[in-house]
């Protein structure tokens, strides 16, 4: 009988059936796991293998070369790669939850692979790892707890942002018996909690705590962590397996094995049991109770009604009152089946229970059946992912799908998509980008048409993006051809313009009719193509972008290193200039411009000439102030003159310009014969400042009596050291405040500081301040 066929599989223990089915004979060859280092992803994901060489081994028909090998769950590779990299001994490897395969090195150096045996990354676990070699680690879903030769502790909370944390200092001694780690997500603190087996206790480090914990219940051998953080699995000194809350107040199963040599691992099975084992024996320890008896009785009923027996009518009378909940757990059981023929007998049962049932969800079946075909669908050999149904629940279809993409399982992955009515474009996309990358014999034009074909599977599909990573694979062409098919002008606009297309890119603006896709390429393309640039604005009136490009355009002919000496190029500027200032004027609103750009040209017409007569390039682009004082220091008061004449100069400023310059020069003579043709409208002052900068104080005293305001003559006595003259001036001026700056002035001459002092006391008796 079927029925007592399936009841042989199962052992009870503990109230709750278990059994053990066999999934898959290995497809690998010649793997002695005792040989190697073994890391077997969660949720029926690879395994990957590498000779443990820490073990001395007998090689036989294999490479001394260590190989670093990536199979599937039921034992097909799917990658290989020698192992060379540097650091020492392998301590630790693990898969992280996006199936990132983590290996820690002795030196404390992490390198990262691929599903694909591809080196990703790598990162050090810092200096003192690298001191005193890390000796064990412990993984969690994305994180890793390590401890060195210094018995110090290390974390990386999380791979994707490797950053290392030192832990607290546990002041141990000798390495601890045994780590288990409480991942971040399940702690209070939001930090990773870290146990560690000492003497007879458990202590709990965390960053800046060590608490001691089950104080007297050690020495623990062996610790595990269930995958929720509830509870704690160890194995003691003297046999026992102890299960307890993960802060160990609470005892939840005591069970003393035969041995008390520890086991060689120990793991949760679920949270309802927990398996330890030996070289020669693996054992299991249950917690946990549970029924399935209307459930039984109903698979029963479909036994007897195939063979047309009246027991079946019997077994349904015995469960009318549990019926739904019969058929409810006679499809759950379908869902944890993995032998084909067993689920569509479960599912079976269900549906001749929902037949005399008129209290049950009808759809729960072809739910149920839909979940089955995916799951048989990547449980098959060829694809070796062996999920359970919570498994599933946990990892949910989008994880599974970016899993088969990874594994390059598309066309699996795109029939899974369609099948359970979700997106297709991540599985096209991947697909896509992985064949461009594969494809470098392959013509441009085969290749899109290739890519096509597949491509228009999916409404909506980003071909901007597709075309991004041709062009970063180096196939610009190809990119070129693809974002043609791009809808989106928002997407296609900046990609052309990346990939040098921007004739083709304003055009595609352009049609768009959207000002910030018009923008976008008029941005790009501003220091590119003015010609393009300024046909486009003409054609749009735009004339004060035309202008403004000129403009621009005659600021880089002056960075050319042919435009000095009178350059030819000097001639083109102007006229770019002169353009611009025309554009302007046709526009209301750029006066401003208009008139800057029409003295802007006049100006480098002007130092244009000088450098030409002069012979040299000093002039242009220089301002109107430079370029007279040059005018002045070369000699040249005609051209000075002139430039005043023609920008319209004020008497002040071409006066300030004058003095400095012919101080710069020391023609003291000149000098003085120009503060004699009319009475300065700047006064004297620029006079003296002109020459006590120049260090002539002969030259300064004779402009100093003429300063008309006595703190002006005091100030200037004093800059020149004339300590009595300054006193004298002061004095006019009545200005104790005056005094007291001029005595500081001369503090370190204690005859002239007197002075001040007197005049000082002098206006305090005369009641001046």
């Known amino acids: 009988m079927a029925g007592v066929a399936v009841a042989a599989e199962w052992q009870l223990l503990y109230n709750r059936y278990y059994r053990k089915p066999e999934l898959y004979q290995m497809q690998w060859k010649n793997v002695d796991l005792t040989r190697n280092k073994i890391a077997c992803a969660p949720f029926g994901g690879p395994i990957a293998v590498i000779r443990d060489d820490a073990k001395i081994v007998q090689l036989y028909a294999e490479s001394a070369l260590r190989k670093l090998r990536i199979f599937t769950s039921s034992g097909r590779l799917i990658s290989e790669t020698v192992w060379k990299n540097p650091g020492g001994r392998l301590i630790g490897m693990s898969w992280t939850d996006d199936l990132t395969l983590i290996c820690i090195t002795q030196d404390g150096t992490v390198y990262s692979y691929n599903i694909h045996a591809e080196l990703v990354s790598t990162f050090s676990l810092g200096k003192e790892c690298f001191d005193n070699s890390v000796v064990e680690c412990v993984f969690?879903?994305?994180?890793?707890?390590?401890?060195?030769?210094?018995?110090?502790?290390?974390?990386?909370?999380?791979?994707?942002?490797?950053?290392?944390?030192k832990l607290a200092?546990?002041?141990?001694?000798?390495?601890?018996?045994?780590?288990?780690?409480?991942?971040?997500?399940?702690t209070k603190s939001g930090d990773v909690e870290v146990l560690l087996g000492v003497a007879d206790h458990v202590l709990l480090v965390e960053e800046d705590l060590v608490q001691p914990l089950a104080e007297g219940m050690g020495p623990f051998q062996k610790m595990v962590?269930?995958?929720?953080?509830?509870?704690?699995?160890?194995?003691?000194?003297?046999?026992?397996?102890?299960?307890?809350?993960?802060?160990?107040?609470?005892?939840?199963?005591?069970?003393?094995?035969?041995?008390?040599?520890?086991?060689?691992?120990?793991?949760?099975?679920?949270?309802?049991?927990?398996?330890?084992?030996?070289?020669?024996?693996?054992?299991?320890?249950?917690?946990?109770?549970?029924?399935?008896?209307?459930?039984?009785?109903?698979y029963d009923a479909l036994e007897?009604?195939?063979?047309?027996?009246?027991?079946?009518?019997?077994?349904?009378?015995?469960?009318?009152?549990?019926?739904?909940?019969?058929?409810?757990?006679?499809i759950d059981a379908a869902g944890y089946e993995f032998d084909i023929s067993q689920q569509r007998t479960l599912l079976r049962a269900a549906s001749y229970g929902q037949t005399f049932s008129s209290h049950f969800q009808r759809d729960s079946i072809q739910e149920m059946c839909k979940t089955l075909r995916v799951f048989n669908a990547v449980r098959h050999v060829e694809i070796g992912i062996p999920l359970s149904i919570q498994q599933y629940k946990l990892l949910t279809p989008s994880v599974l799908i970016n899993r088969l993409i990874n594994a390059h399982k598309h066309l699996l992955a795109l029939r899974i998509?369609?099948?359970?009515?979700?997106?297709?474009?991540?599985?096209?996309?991947?697909?896509?980008?992985?064949?461009?990358?594969?494809?470098?014999?392959?013509?441009?034009?085969?290749?899109?048409?290739?890519?096509?074909?597949?491509?228009?599977?999916?409404?909506?599909?980003?071909?901007?993006?597709?075309?991004?990573?041709?062009?970063?694979?180096?196939?610009?062409?190809l990119a070129a051809m693809l974002v043609e098919h791009e809808p989106r002008s928002s997407k296609q606009i900046p990609l052309l313009l990346s990939i040098g297309e921007e004739d083709t890119a304003l055009m595609k603006a352009t049609e768009s009719g959207d000002r910030s896709c018009v923008s976008c390429p008029v941005s790009y393309l501003a220091s590119y193509k003015h010609e393009f640039l300024k046909d486009f604005f003409l054609s749009t009136g735009q004339l004060q972008d035309v202008a403004f490009l000129l403009w621009k355009e005659s600021w880089e002919l002056a960075r050319n290193p042919m435009a000095s000496k009178g350059s030819p190029l000097h001639g083109p500027r102007i006229k770019l200039i002169e353009k611009a200032h025309n554009l302007f004027t046709e526009t209301k609103e750029h006066m401003f411009e208009s008139k800057a750009a029409e003295e802007h040209a006049k100006l480098l017409r002007i130092q244009h000439e000088l450098e030409v007569t002069t012979k040299q390039a000093i002039f242009v682009d220089s301002s109107i102030s430079d370029t007279i004082r040059t005018c002045i220091v070369l000699g040249n008061n005609r051209a000075a003159n002139k430039v005043k004449t023609e920008f319209k100069v004020s008497e002040k400023r071409w006066y300030w310009l004058k003095v400095f310059a012919l101080a710069t020069i020391r023609d003291w003579d000149a000098l003085e014969k120009f503060s004699k043709e009319k009475r300065p409208p700047i006064g004297y002052r620029p006079f003296v400042e002109a020459c006590v900068d120049a260090g002539e104080k002969d030259q300064a005293l004779k402009y100093i009596p003429k300063l008309a305001d006595p703190r002006e003559r005091a100030e200037a006595y004093a800059k020149i050291g004339m300590a009595k003259?300054?006193?004298?001036?002061?004095?006019?001026?009545?200005?104790?405040?005056?005094?007291?700056?001029?005595?500081?002035?001369?503090?370190?001459?204690?005859?002239?500081?007197?002075?001040?002092?007197?005049?000082?006391?002098?206006?305090?008796?005369?009641?001046?301040?």
């Open 140 to 165: 969690w879903g994305n994180g890793v707890v390590c401890i060195n030769e210094a018995f110090e502790i290390f974390a990386v909370p999380d791979f994707k942002l490797p950053k290392t944390v």
């Open 169 to 186: 200092d546990c002041n141990l001694e000798e390495l601890p018996h045994c780590i288990a780690v409480i991942e971040p997500q399940y």
């Open 225 to 298: 962590v269930s995958r929720k953080g509830e509870f704690v699995a160890s194995f003691t000194h003297d046999g026992r397996l102890l299960v307890m809350s993960t802060d160990f107040s609470d005892v939840i199963i005591e069970y003393a094995c035969e041995s008390a040599l520890p086991p060689e691992q120990l793991a949760w099975c679920g949270l309802d049991s927990v398996l330890l084992y030996w070289d020669d024996m693996l054992l299991m320890v249950a917690h946990m109770i549970g029924s399935t008896l209307p459930a039984a009785l109903l």
């Open 304 to 330: 007897h009604f195939d063979r047309r027996s009246a027991k079946a009518d019997e077994n349904l009378r015995l469960i009318a009152l549990s019926l739904p909940e019969a058929v409810e757990a006679c």
């Open 417 to 477: 998509s369609e099948y359970l009515g979700m997106n297709q474009e991540v599985v096209l996309m991947h697909w896509t980008c992985t064949k461009i990358s594969a494809s470098a014999a392959i013509p441009d034009a085969s290749l899109l048409d290739i890519l096509l074909d597949k491509l228009k599977l999916c409404k909506g599909i980003s071909y901007a993006a597709v075309a991004a990573h041709a062009d970063k694979s180096g196939r610009r062409k």
């Open 725 to 769: 003259e300054a006193a004298d001036a002061a004095s006019q001026a009545k200005d104790g405040e005056l005094l007291g700056r001029l005595k500081l002035t001369f503090a370190q001459n204690a005859a002239a500081a007197s002075i001040f002092d007197t005049l000082r006391d002098r206006l305090s008796f005369q009641g001046v301040s």
